[in-house]
């Protein structure tokens, strides 16, 4: 199984990015998914899920308004769409996903609940 994150990338704080995350190995429709980031000298951070179906998502307080998780199944693919994007943002983002079968998104927040981790893609906002 491997989750292949990428569009990671420099901008200037208040542009854009799209990252995407792409699984092989196995089929993950029916897991949540979701997005992390690790700042240097910081402690990898919730960013946002999305459940099987795409129906419900969860942001962390930092990205709500900002940030928007989507996902194809068909593609078995994540997206993470970035907006306004602030110099604070600055991080290794990291794509995971859960093993568990239709767990409720508000249920993934923390590192211990997701099983497979893709290698991470650097996103550097400048001011």
């Known amino acids: 199984v491997q989750l292949q994150a990428s569009g990671g990338g420099l901008v200037q704080a208040g542009g854009s990015l799209r990252l995407s995350c792409a699984a092989s190995?196995?089929?993950?429709?029916?897991?949540?998914m979701g997005w992390f980031r690790q700042a240097p000298g910081k402690e990898r951070e919730f960013v946002a899920a999305?459940?099987?179906?795409?129906?419900?998502?969860n942001y962390a307080d930092s990205v709500k308004g900002r940030f928007t998780i989507s996902r194809d199944n068909a593609k078995n693919t994540v997206y993470l769409q970035m907006n306004r994007l602030k110099v604070e943002d600055t991080a290794v983002y990291y794509c995971?996903?859960?093993?568990?079968?239709?767990?409720?998104?508000?249920?993934?927040?923390?590192?211990?609940?997701?099983?497979?981790w893709g290698q991470g893609t650097l996103v550097t906002v400048s001011s």
């Open positions: 999305i459940n099987w179906s795409g129906g419900s998502t």
């Open positions: 190995g196995r089929t993950f429709s029916k897991n949540v």
């Open positions: 995971a996903a859960d093993r568990r079968f239709y767990r409720a998104v508000v249920a993934a927040t923390a590192t211990p609940d997701f099983d497979f």
